[in-house]
T-cell receptor, first 113, second 112 residues
Framework: NAGVTQTPKFQVLKTGQSMTLQCAQD?????MYWYRQDPGMGLRLIYY???????DKGEVPNGYNVSRLNKREFSLRLESAAPSQTSVYFC????????????FGPGTRLTVL | DAKTTQPPSMDCAEGRAANLPCNHS???????VYWYRQIHSQGPQYIIH???NNETNEMASLIITEDRKSSTLILPHATLRDTAVYYC?????????????FGDGTTLTVKP
């Protein structure tokens, strides 16, 4: 049981490049989330997916797109990366059977030059 | 989800109890209080949650006021490894609930 996994762990992009951050969970959770965390700041919700086939905007969705590929996988895409998107990105899933406790992945550290 | 207010930072002496406050004055009747912590840029980790009764587990205790407008997370004997950012969030129990937002949390520094 790996929990929530994220790839890659680190990434450096140039301004304007695109990339997709991958997230997968093996706990059969319905809900999945993408957060970003800037240095010294708290977590801000980018997008979430309450269940397979649905996605909704969070607090800071501009510049991002998401895909809930299946129940296990939830990807985050940066179409044209900007330096303001330099951050640590966390994926999380939520347990519908345990008072909705959230489980987080280890994070992806993204730098946009 | 109701908003929460936490102090930005707190210090605690090693071995003493750490009491972390959280205000959630707009909490509604079906919303729970959750606490998470984030150690050194790792992913946040669940600590404890409660509705209206005080709760205790192996990590911490949670005291919720009778009017449910505030709560306190208690780490009974803080260690250096408890230095972390602690997040208090409020949300409802719903199998397919959507948003789950975090604020900036409280940075707890445990000092020798």
């Amino acid at each position: 049981n790996a929990g929530v996994t994220q790839t890659p762990k680190f990434q450096v992009l140039k301004t304007g490049q695109s990339m997709t951050l991958q997230c997968a969970q093996d706990m059969n959770h319905n809900s999945m989330y993408w957060y970003r965390q800037d240095p010294g700041m708290g977590l801000r919700l980018i997008y979430y997916s309450a269940s397979e086939g649905t996605t909704d905007k969070g607090e800071v969705p501009n510049g991002y797109n998401v895909s809930r590929l299946n129940k296990r996988e939830f990807s985050l895409r940066l179409e044209s990366a900007a330096p303001s998107q330099t951050s640590v990105y966390f994926c999380a899933s939520r347990d519908p059977t345990s008072y909705n406790e959230q489980f987080f992945g280890p994070g992806t550290r993204l730098t946009v030059l | 989800d109701a908003k929460t207010t936490q102090p930005p930072s707190m210090d605690c002496a090693e071995g003493r109890a750490a009491n972390l406050p959280c205000n959630h004055s707009t909490i509604s009747g079906n919303e729970y209080v959750y606490w998470y912590r984030q150690i050194h840029s790792q992913g946040p980790q669940y600590i404890i949650h409660g509705l209206k009764n005080n709760e205790t587990n192996e990590m911490a205790s949670l005291i919720i006021t009778e009017d449910r407008k505030s709560s306190t997370l208690i780490l009974p004997h803080a260690t250096l490894r408890d230095t972390a950012v602690y997040y208090c969030i409020v949300r409802g129990i719903n199998t397919n609930a959507g948003k789950s937002t975090f604020g900036d949390g409280t940075t707890l520094t445990v000092k020798p």
